[in-house]
């Protein structure tokens, strides 16, 4: 069984830091790109940093909106991936989930979500 376990989400005041964790198992972790997306109330859910498999740094992407601000990072060791979020605003108050995904050498695609964890930041 699949499970992506998100946590280290919580209220925060403006300008200040928060680190979100997701825990993988039951997939091998290291075969699988990881993305944090967030889905803010009334609005659709957004990418918000993706990170290849073997977590090479070249290949990390970030939405506009957080660049400068927010790093991911992955432990294969660990099957865990991290979004660091710093100098934190109130907009990017959101539910914020885990992704895993790889395409299949045949064809098709294994994608898995996690259950979200809350993030709002205000003072």
């Known amino acids: 069984q699949v499970q992506l376990v998100e946590s280290g989400g919580g209220l925060v005041l403006p300008g200040g830091s928060l680190r979100v964790s997701c825990a993988a198992s039951?997939?091998?972790?290291?075969?699988?790109?990881m993305g944090w997306y967030r889905q803010a109330p009334g609005k659709q859910r957004e990418l918000v940093a993706h990170i290849l498999s073997d977590g090479n740094i070249n290949y990390i992407n970030y939405a506009d909106s957080v660049k400068g601000r927010f790093t991911i990072s992955r432990d294969n060791a660990k099957n865990t991936v991290y979004l660091q979020m710093n100098s934190l605003k109130p907009e990017d108050t959101a539910v914020y989930y885990c992704?895993?995904?790889?395409?299949?050498?045949?064809?098709?695609?294994?994608?898995?979500w996690g259950q979200g964890t809350q993030v709002t930041v205000s003072s």
């Open positions: 039951g997939i091998i972790f290291s075969t699988y790109a």
């Open positions: 992704n895993a995904a790889r395409d299949r050498p045949w064809g098709g695609r294994d994608d898995y």
